[in-house]
């Protein structure tokens, strides 16, 4: 500790340049903590999905529809203890920007099949005896300012009614909330039956089919044997792991992971050669100085350390400024945007990645022009002055 | 009989020029005598800062052996010289060479970062070697903000500010004024004479050679001639 005051000197010396260097990390950083969240929202859904709950959807796309009627045939597949269904409404509330997932499902089925989900049992009850009623989640519920009893219209974009109309409107019959932190409760859940009677088409079908299966049954033996049945009908399906249909739902937008680690990857190479430019300036204008210090008794290791220090010292004040500015926006959208992406997140995993990456970059930055000032001849360096 | 504080023995220095090799000191004797102040004069290229060189630890002989203070510091390691120069000797260049990023006090405070003082007894220090230079009322001064002649003064706080026993002088008043100059070479006499500093100073000027007890005249690679002041 007794180097820093001389190592924040040193890194000052030139407060243009190292402004500059500064604000580039800062920028770097910046974009790690909004794409790290924006990645972590795109996982999540795979991070919080439960190992024994399979997904149906038709085997072409998930777009196209699934007949109400394979309910009970997968109901009846050995090896699944209980079926559900949902479907995608896709309408939007107020204005047409305002958009959050709406769900038609059948209520005690929907809440069995997901334990995680916390409702009481009355709102529960309550939601199950009102055909027009729906439940939202505390994310919802706070963003809105929407409490039980309010009545919400939805517009439809996909799903108009049967007498032509695109107001959905909703009692609302209960709050849920979610005992998985990471998991989002930005959605809308309503009857199926109020959406089977009033939709003006696609009567008889649903989206997909959830289903759990029996603790001592094997999840893909099961998946395999409900797409068996329905192998070379008008609507095969593929049964996949929540986790799986997940992630396959998320790469819909392209894979997030590889476009995130191409952009980080390119800021990054630009930022080392940046910084590392920055510091072989520096270590190239202060030779003497390097030299001075040697004959004052700093040894060859000792200069090493207080230049690689530097470098560290700069990627840090301009990583842990963008992380923190980056984590403030991450809030702001998560905010904002939860609706539409829920699950974005500044992870602690990303936060200790995020420090890593900043003493590595400082360390490659550094390393050349530190061995540069610990190689550095006395004599010669002192000639040269 | 004055106490030796370094001898050199059959010293000599070889640099590798090109393809040329160049002998810049030759089989050289020397005995310094502790709380001596010697001046050393010669030509350029005679291997004056050579000398000063291997005295203080920055360079090694190509044969012979350097002793200061009982230590053959001609057979250390570079680690273990770093460790010895930093508490037996005290350098003064002749373009200051302070850092320009510290201020005086901070400057004067480098050396003892090399050691286990804590921040108040470094300060502390400091303060006293600045006061004996005559620069309190400076200390919070940068480098920029000073006269040649004060940047000397911060110089030579720094180089006692360890309290070593031999201060090596390379050219000091190189850069400066007659009268800056000669307020200089005052305050190193002090330094030999009231604080027991011994002195090693190379110099090109005659008339600072004689604030020296000693000459040495360096040429060709040999002393050729030794004489009172």
């Known amino acids: 500790m007794k180097y820093f005051g001389f190592i924040w000197k040193n890194v000052w010396r030139k407060k243009i340049r190292t402004s500059l260097t500064i604000l580039s990390v800062f920028i770097a950083f910046l974009l790690f903590a909004l794409l790290s969240a924006i990645g972590y929202a795109f996982k999540s859904g795979a991070d919080v999905a439960d190992a024994e709950r399979l997904i149906v959807i038709d085997k072409i796309t998930l777009i196209n529809p699934l007949p109400m009627a394979y309910k009970n045939r997968i109901a009846a597949t050995e090896g699944v203890h209980s079926v559900t269904h949902s479907s995608w409404f896709g309408g939007y509330y107020q204005d047409p920007r305002v958009q959050f997932p709406q769900f038609p499902t059948?209520?005690?089925?929907?809440?069995?099949?997901?334990?995680?989900?916390?409702?009481?049992?009355?709102?529960?009850?309550?939601?199950?005896?009102?055909?027009?009623?729906?439940?939202?989640?505390?994310?919802?519920?706070?963003?809105?300012?929407?409490?039980?009893?309010?009545?919400?219209?939805?517009?439809?974009?996909?799903?108009?009614?049967?007498?032509?109309?695109?107001?959905?409107?909703?009692?609302?019959?209960?709050?849920?909330?979610?005992?998985?932190?990471?998991?989002?409760?930005?959605?809308?859940?309503?009857?199926?039956?109020?959406?089977?009677?009033?939709?003006?088409?696609?009567?008889?079908?649903?989206?997909?089919?959830?289903?759990?299966?029996?603790?001592?049954?094997?999840?893909?033996?099961?998946?395999?044997?409900?797409?068996?049945?329905?192998?070379?009908?008008?609507?095969?399906?593929?049964?996949?792991?929540?986790?799986?249909?997940?992630?396959?739902?998320?790469?819909?937008?392209?894979?997030i992971a590889l476009i995130v680690t191409l952009i980080l990857g390119a800021v990054f190479f630009t930022l080392l050669l940046v910084s590392g430019n920055t510091m072989s300036q520096s270590v190239r204008e202060r030779i003497s100085e390097l030299a001075v210090l040697k004959t004052l008794g700093?040894?060859?290791?000792?200069?090493?350390?207080?230049?690689?220090?530097?470098?560290?010292?700069i990627m840090l004040v301009g990583g842990l400024l963008g992380l923190g500015v980056g984590w403030l926006l991450v809030q702001g959208a998560a905010q904002a945007m939860g609706a539409f992406l829920p699950g974005m997140f500044l992870s602690s995993q990303a936060i200790l990645t995020a420090i890593a990456v900043m003493i590595g970059a400082g360390i490659v930055a550094g390393i050349f022009p530190a061995l540069q000032a610990m190689r550095l001849s006395i004599i010669d360096a002192l000639a040269r002055a | 009989m004055s106490e030796t504080l370094a001898t050199l023995t059959g010293v000599s220095k070889t640099y590798q020029k090109g393809k040329e090799k160049v002998e810049v000191l030759h089989n050289l004797d020397l005995e310094i005598a502790r709380g001596d102040f010697i001046a050393i004069m010669g030509p350029s290229g005679s291997g004056k800062t050579t000398l000063l060189n291997l005295l203080g630890g920055l360079d090694k002989p190509t044969s012979g052996t350097v002793d200061v203070g009982g230590a053959e510091i001609s057979s250390m390691s570079n680690s273990q010289l770093s460790r010895w120069r930093s508490t037996n000797i005290g350098f003064i260049f002749q373009f200051y060479n302070l850092?320009?990023?510290?201020?005086?006090?901070?400057?004067?405070?480098?050396?003892?970062?090399?050691?286990?003082?804590?921040?108040?007894?470094?300060?502390h220090r400091a303060g006293i070697a600045l006061g004996i230079v005559g620069l309190e009322g400076r200390t919070d001064h940068y480098p920029r903000e000073l006269s040649g002649g004060q940047e000397q003064r911060v110089a030579i706080a720094r180089a006692i500010v360890s309290d070593p026993s031999l201060l090596l002088c390379d050219e000091p008043t190189g850069d400066l004024d007659r009268e800056t100059a000669s307020e200089i070479l005052k305050l190193l006499q002090i330094l030999n004479r009231e604080h027991g500093k011994t002195i090693m100073m190379v110099t090109h000027d005659a008339q600072a050679a004689e604030y020296a007890n000693h000459i040495l005249i360096c040429d060709k690679g040999t002393l050729e001639r030794q004489e009172a002041a």
């Not at chain 1, 989002?184 to 109020?194: C, I, V």
């Not at chain 1, 000792?302 to 470098?311: D, F, I, K, N, R």
Request: charged share 25%; no cysteine; aromatic share 12%.
């Open chain 1, 106 to 255: 059948e209520p005690y089925e929907y809440f069995s099949m997901y334990p995680e989900l916390k409702m009481p049992q009355e709102q529960l009850d309550g939601w199950a005896r009102n055909r027009q009623g729906a439940v939202i989640g505390r994310e919802l519920a706070e963003q809105y300012s929407l409490k039980v009893g309010d009545r919400i219209p939805i517009q439809a974009t996909i799903w108009t009614k049967a007498d032509g109309g695109r107001t959905w409107e909703f009692d609302i019959e209960g709050i849920f909330e979610t005992e998985d932190p990471r998991g989002s409760t930005a959605f809308l859940l309503f009857q199926y039956d109020y959406f089977e009677e009033a939709r003006a088409f696609g009567k008889g079908s649903v989206g997909w089919y959830i289903l759990r299966v029996s603790p001592d049954a094997d999840p893909i033996q099961v998946g395999n044997a409900i797409d068996l049945q329905f192998a070379n009908s008008p609507n095969e399906t593929e049964t996949s792991t929540e986790a799986a249909f997940s992630q396959s739902f998320a790469k819909q937008f392209g894979n």
């Open chain 1, 298 to 313: 700093f040894s060859d290791r000792l200069v090493l350390g207080t230049v690689l220090s530097e470098s560290i010292l």
């Open chain 2, 99 to 123: 850092l320009p990023v510290l201020t005086a006090q901070k400057n004067v405070e480098l050396p003892l970062l090399l050691t286990n003082f804590s921040g108040s007894e470094r300060a």
